[in-house]
């Protein structure tokens, strides 16, 4: 059987320019009319053709680098430099340019709030487009990795622990310079000694400054790589990370907001994220769906208040515990008391009010009541305060919402797939489980790009690439 073979040396006629590399439906002619069509005074990055000085690489044409760099899993400053010089596709949109990775990098930095808003005209356009419709909006936030070590994470007791050591540690070596002083005779050296001390003193300042912080900020622990991470809890368990949230919408399953907020839960985030959702696709949806993590009443009630549909399950209902619910349904509500009866005719009395979860709790009024009642073990377990029962503040709200979920579970089993489906795109396809920058405004930047870079990946497949230019050019 014969083989085909090469030859480097071969002499060609090679095309005049880059441009006759790119056939016309390749996916970065979509990329470079995207960008083409970004208002970069609305995103706020500044420039001025007239300034003096070494000239500099052209805003739009670094945007477009990050943009393609994003969408292909390529984030790192050194691998884009590397595409800029090697890569046909980057090379056509960089117009031959190939900027250093340093000057990647400062980009980058300097212009990360600018990059956050990319996502917000990204969205416009889909909506002049015809693909996001308004009508039904999918939240739902994941944990992703900082570019932070946990070993850097410290609590008041590690500081406290740490200092105890290094105090010990510091009067240590004064008494050895002491006996230094008494004898030198084979004594270790004074000058190591001191420069330890000084080592010690510094380390000392460093981690009352940590101490200090964690006081001001009232945060459980500080990360010293990346202050602005949190300890989350994720799949494979803790980790130093963010908490990302997406929203998207219904029609087309697109990204119309993508956030990073400083709660590693995701109770009370839902008004904050549909409020955004709304201002970038400029009107206001009519429903939105998430799942019970965000099940905050006190938060719900705004959303609702607005006049859009909210499909939210309480966390009991998502655990499937309809016994348990059956049971809670055979309490009834003493209103000129303000006490609950139980089944076996026991009162349960008003004992506290959690703010926190918008709740009033109550309690049996003697504990030995249950422990001697036949359906101890089946109602409670508890020994010491016997059966509790909590209600919620607003019940008539919270009644809605329970309605309103029980209409729309077909609807509830569409977030899955529309609002799961980005984040198994990001983290699996473009390998982003963990964020280069540090700090929120660089997470959020960051966040906001692997959330265009989806769109776009999304629009072409709907309209096909060389439609899509075509739609993009003619906005």
Known sequence: MSYRTGDRKQMALFPSSIEKYVPNDDPVRA??????????????IEFDENKIGNPAYHPRIMLKLLVYGYSYGVRSSRKLEREANYNIGFMFLLEGLKPDFK????????????????????????????????????VDGTKMRANASSANNWTAAR??????????????????CERTDESEESAPSEVHMSAELADKRILEEKIKGILNDLKESGKSAINTTDADSSRVLAADGFMTGYNAQLCVDGENGLIVNAD???????MNQLSGQV???????????????ADAGYHSVRDLKKIDAEGTKVVVPAPRRAAGCEEHEQMRNEFKYDKAN???????????????????LQKRRYRIEYAKICKS?????????AVKLGRTYSQILNRELYA???????????????????????????????????????????????????????????????????????????M
Do not use: W
């Open 159 to 176: 500081c406290e622990e740490a200092l105890k050591g290094l105090e010990k540690r510091v009067k240590d070596i004064l008494e050895e």
């Open 260 to 266: 990073i907020v400083e709660s590693a839960v995701d």
């Open 338 to 356: 303000d006490c609950y009866i139980c089944p076996e005719g026991h009162k349960l009395v008003y004992y506290t009010t959690d703010e926190k």
């Open 103 to 138: 000057t990647i990098s400062e980009y980058r930095r300097n212009n990360r709030r600018a990059i956050a808003n990319v996502l917000v005209q990204c969205a416009r356009m889909c909506v002049k487009l015809g693909l996001v419709k308004g009508n039904t909006l999918f």
């Open 373 to 381: 009642c036949k359906r101890f073990g089946e109602c409670t377990t």
């Open 31 to 44: 990329y470079d009319v995207f960008i083409e069509k970004l208002d970069l005074e609305t995103l706020g």
């Open 275 to 289: 409020q955004q959702a709304n201002e970038s696709v400029e009107g206001k949806y009519d429903a939105v769906v």
């Open 400 to 474: 809605k919402l329970e309605i309103q979920y029980r209409e729309n579970r077909e609807l509830f089993r569409q977030r899955r797939t529309k609002s799961e489906g980005p984040f198994g795109h990001i983290k699996r396809n473009l390998g982003a489980r963990q964020f280069l920058l540090r700090g929120i405004e660089g997470v959020k930047a960051e966040m906001a790009m692997l959330a265009t870079a989806f769109n776009l990946t999304r629009v072409m497949r709907i309209l096909g690439v060389e439609k899509a230019i075509i739609a993009i050019k003619a």
